[in-house]
């Protein structure tokens, strides 16, 4: 089983950047989807961005298309989020999270889980 570990979050001013870091122990990391979520105060969390296993494909949210990229390094058991550009709306506690499932070719948002403790993100104005 997978276990997450969140770090790279911190306070930032408007257009500014931001590299999250997602570090994986145990499990299959290479074999999972991974993705990350955030959750702002009294909202509830939601899909920020994806990749597959193999880094072949990637989704990402409307609100963040174009300023963030996911990507991952399977031989160091982690995965980034490189955020750019970030606006005060981008404020949350981001979470890793993985699809239970092995080598699946799609990226199943919803069947994401097993969050790690989150990072918080503050973009001010």
């Known amino acids: 089983q997978v276990q997450l570990r969140e770090s790279g979050g911190g306070l930032v001013q408007a257009g500014g950047s931001l590299r999250l870091s997602c570090a994986a122990s145990r499990g299959t990391f290479s074999a999972h989807n991974m993705g990350w979520f955030r959750q702002a105060p009294e909202k509830e969390r939601r899909f920020v961005a994806a990749i597959t296993w193999n880094g072949g494909s990637t989704l990402y949210a409307d609100s963040v298309k174009g300023r963030f990229t996911i990507s991952r390094d399977n031989a160091k058991n982690t995965v980034y989020l490189q955020m750019d550009s970030l606006k005060p709306e981008d404020t949350a506690v981001y979470y890793c999270?993985?699809?239970?499932?092995?080598?699946?070719?799609?990226?199943?948002?919803?069947?994401?889980?097993?969050w790690g403790q989150g990072t918080q993100v503050t973009v001010s104005s």
């Open positions: 999270a993985v699809d239970p499932l092995y080598y699946i070719n799609i990226l199943r948002v919803d069947q994401f889980g097993s």
